[in-house]
């Protein structure tokens, strides 16, 4: 165990204890100055592990005289000693915001009216959008967001959740991992419009907020948000009655093949799999061959949307076969 680990691991034990009632410990002079000595060589514990506001502001390790709130232990219990002394707890300079939101209530149940496509989509639409739970998520200026393309799509494409970008204009996949999602459409010698693309989630996962007000980076949504908004995905389904779905990325994967967490996307990418009784090809996120443009992360999820391809009986030319190679 390195040094941060063994200052968590005492962070650990002191929260057991205090869960026990315990409010003082009493401690050695020798070990109290190990436990300075390494407080001070550690000093990027704080950015190393989520850190609560309650472990910032709390001190851990308090070997203060005993008071009212900190009753002195029976005296068999102590270890005779000089007279204590605060120990200095690591203070977070950098924290790591850690963002929980409320419990959700029970996943909605959606009835779809009669009618055509188009119909059904916009009553399915109104009812998202205005959903107070969905817009409980969203903060102001912000939208829900809902799937869009064709509602007679073979190929459905689900992500996890809308992004920055995504969120402001009110669409999927419109910041610049849409933008890849677009040109990778678009090499299968199709439109954006012809395809269908939606999220798991219908609100960007929150998080704290900066100064200006703007999010702090994107979450991956919690299993009870995804079960939340599963019934407007299914709804969706129903209506576009696609041939097939793309899941893109683990998490996407995650909550349509509902199995728990997946070790690595790697294992099942490029499988067919089922939603119901839909086939579920699971492939990469954009977001990662952003992050890795090497060809060979091009290929991979390529090869994935060549099998899409031909499950959906599109034509194949020796180019297309051939991209990224
Ligand atoms: N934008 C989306 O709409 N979904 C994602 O998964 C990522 C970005």
Redesign the pocket.
């Known amino acids: 165990m390195n040094v941060r680990e063994q200052l968590l691991a005492l962070n650990d034990e002191l929260r057991r204890l205090k869960s026990e009632g315990r409010r003082t410990v009493t401690i050695s002079e020798d070990n109290l100055d190990q436990l300075r000595q390494a407080v001070a060589d550690v000093t990027t514990i704080e950015t190393a592990a989520p850190i609560s506001a309650e472990m910032i502001s709390q001190p851990l390790v308090s070997a203060a005289a005993p008071t009212a709130m900190s009753p002195v232990e029976p005296t068999s219990s102590r270890v005779r000693q000089p007279a204590p002394s605060v120990v200095p707890v690591p203070v977070a300079r950098t924290v790591v915001p850690v963002y929980t939101t409320a419990p959700l209530p029970a996943p909605p149940v959606v009835t779809l009216p009669a009618g055509d496509k188009t119909t059904r989509w916009a009553a399915l639409r109104e009812l998202v959008l205005n959903h107070p739970v969905c817009q409980a998520h969203v903060r102001p200026g912000k939208q829900v967001?809902l799937g869009v393309g064709d509602l007679d799509a073979r190929i459905f494409f689900c992500?996890?959740?809308?992004?920055p970008?995504?969120e402001v204009q009110g669409e999927?996949?419109?910041?610049p991992?849409?933008q890849l999602l677009t040109r990778m459409i678009q090499g299968m010698g199709l439109k954006r419009e012809q395809v269908y693309?939606t999220?798991l989630m219908n609100w960007r996962p929150e998080m704290a907020l900066d100064a200006r007000g703007e999010q702090i980076g994107n979450r991956a949504p919690s299993p009870e948000e995804i079960k939340f908004c599963l019934p407007f995905l299914r709804a969706q389904l129903e209506i576009v009655q696609p041939k097939l779905i793309v899941a893109?990325?683990k998490?996407?994967a995650e909550g349509l093949l509902g199995q728990g967490p997946i070790k690595t996307l790697g294992e099942i990418r490029g499988q067919w799999h089922a939603f119901g009784e839909l086939p579920l090809m699971v492939t990469y996120?954009?977001?990662y061959i952003l992050r890795n443009q090497s060809n060979s992360s091009k290929r991979m999820i390529w090869e994935d949307l060549l099998k899409v391809m031909e499950r959906v009986e599109l034509p194949i030319s020796d180019k297309q076969q051939n991209y990224f190679l």
């Open positions: 967001v992500g996890e959740a809308p992004g970008e995504d999927p996949f419109i910041g991992p849409g693309i999220n893109l990325g998490t996407a996120h954009p977001s």
